[in-house]
C-alpha cells in the first residue's frame, strides 16, 4: 500500500494518530451519524492492517476490543506499517441495540454496496470504497447473535492461502473453513485481493472476557508477526475445523445443556436434555459425530427444530 496511508484525500502523517469522521447519515431528529476511523501510522512504511468492529449493532464483545486496544494504546509506536481502527461501524444499530440498521438490512449482505442504495449499503460502500483499497490484512470482529455463544474462532477460506496463514497467526482457539458469503465484507475483499478473516466470539448484548482476551491476544500476535509491535507474542496451537452442523431439537420445552462451546465430545455422548414444563419427560440431545462444540444455544426455552450446538470437525 502507499506510505503513508492516505484517507478522504489526505495523508496520515507519519508517527500520527488521527481519527477521521465519514458522514453516513442523519437520525429523523436531524441529527448526523459519523463514523469515526481511527488511523495509526508508523514511520516506516509496512502492512496496512485494518481492524472492523461493530458491523452488527449489538455485537458488543467486538466493539469493546477495539475500545480496549484504543484505551491501552495498543497501536501508539507502531514500528513500521499502519492500523486502520473502526470500533464501531454500524452506528445506526448500536443506537437501537440492533444488530442491523433501522430498515432491518443486514450490513455484512449488503457489499461492496452503494452511495445511492439503503442505509446498510450505504455503510457498506463507505468500507469498500473509502477503506479497503487501503488495507493490506482485513480482520472483521464478530459476535454470536442472540441467545447463540461462539467459542472464540476465526473464520477463513480456502481459496485464499494468505487467509489461511492469517488465520493461523491469529491464534484463536478454533479456525474454522468458511465458504464466502455473497455479498459480505469478507467476500468483497477477497475478491480485491485483499487478505480477509472473521473472528467469532462471545454472544450479543453480554460481555464476555474470555472473548475479549482472546481477540485482544490475536490482534496483537498479527502485528507481532508483521513486525509491526514488540514485544512478540508466542503462536499457539490451534484446532483446524473443516466441516461444521448444527444439532438441532428434536423436542420443544426448557432447554439444559450439560455440555457447552469449547468441550470435545464423542459421538452419542449427552449434550443435554430438552424437558417438559410439566416435569412428566425429556428428550436427550446426543452428539450425531465425534467433534469440538464451536457454539452453543444459551436459550432456556426452545421449539423444534431451534439450532442448539454448533459442531465442528478436523
Do not use: C
Not at 455473497?182 to 472476557?209: F, H, N, Q, W
Amino acid at each position: 500500500m502507499p506510505f503513508p496511508v492516505v484517507l478522504k484525500k489526505k495523508k496520515v502523517p507519519p508517527g500520527e494518530h488521527v481519527i477521521l469522521n465519514f458522514p453516513i447519515g442523519h437520525l429523523p431528529s436531524g441529527t448526523a451519524i459519523d463514523v469515526a476511523v481511527h488511523v495509526f501510522q508508523a514511520s516506516e512504511p509496512g502492512p496496512v492492517i485494518l481492524l472492523l468492529a461493530g458491523m452488527h449493532g449489538d455485537e458488543i464483545n467486538s466493539i469493546e476490543i477495539l475500545r480496549r486496544a484504543l484505551t491501552n494504546t495498543m497501536f501508539e509506536g507502531l514500528k513500521r506499517g499502519a492500523v486502520i481502527a473502526v470500533p464501531l461501524l454500524n452506528v445506526f444499530g448500536f443506537i437501537n441495540f440492533s444488530r442491523d440498521v433501522p430498515d432491518g438490512k443486514d450490513v455484512n449482505r449488503s457489499f461492496p454496496g452503494s452511495s445511492r442504495g439503503s442505509l446498510a449499503s450505504r455503510v457498506a460502500y463507505l468500507v469498500s470504497r473509502e477503506l479497503l483499497p487501503s488495507a493490506d490484512l482485513i480482520i472483521d470482529l464478530h459476535t454470536g447473535g442472540a441467545s447463540k455463544y461462539n467459542y472464540p474462532q476465526i473464520r477463513y477460506t480456502e481459496r485464499s492461502e494468505a487467509s489461511v496463514e492469517l488465520a493461523r497467526i491469529f491464534g484463536a482457539p478454533y479456525m474454522i473453513h468458511k465458504p464466502l458469503i455473497p455479498k459480505s465484507l469478507r467476500k468483497t475483499a477477497i475478491e480485491m485481493g485483499k487478505v480477509a478473516v472473521v473472528y467469532e466470539a462471545g454472544e450479543a448484548e453480554r460481555y464476555d472476557p474470555f472473548a475479549i482476551h482472546e481477540g485482544l491476544t490475536g490482534i496483537r500476535r498479527v502485528l507481532s508477526h508483521a513486525g509491526m509491535m514488540a514485544p512478540e507474542e508466542p503462536m499457539r496451537e490451534v484446532i483446524n475445523i473443516r466441516k461444521t452442523t448444527w444439532v438441532r431439537a428434536h423436542a420443544a420445552g426448557l432447554f439444559l445443556w450439560t455440555h457447552a462451546s469449547g468441550d470435545q465430545v464423542a459421538k452419542g455422548q449427552k449434550l443435554g436434555d430438552i424437558h417438559d414444563p410439566q416435569g412428566q419427560q425429556f428428550h436427550p440431545v446426543l452428539a450425531p459425530r465425534a467433534g469440538y462444540i464451536i457454539g452453543h444455544n444459551n436459550a432456556a426455552v426452545v421449539s423444534s427444530g431451534d439450532a442448539l450446538f454448533h459442531l465442528g470437525w478436523t
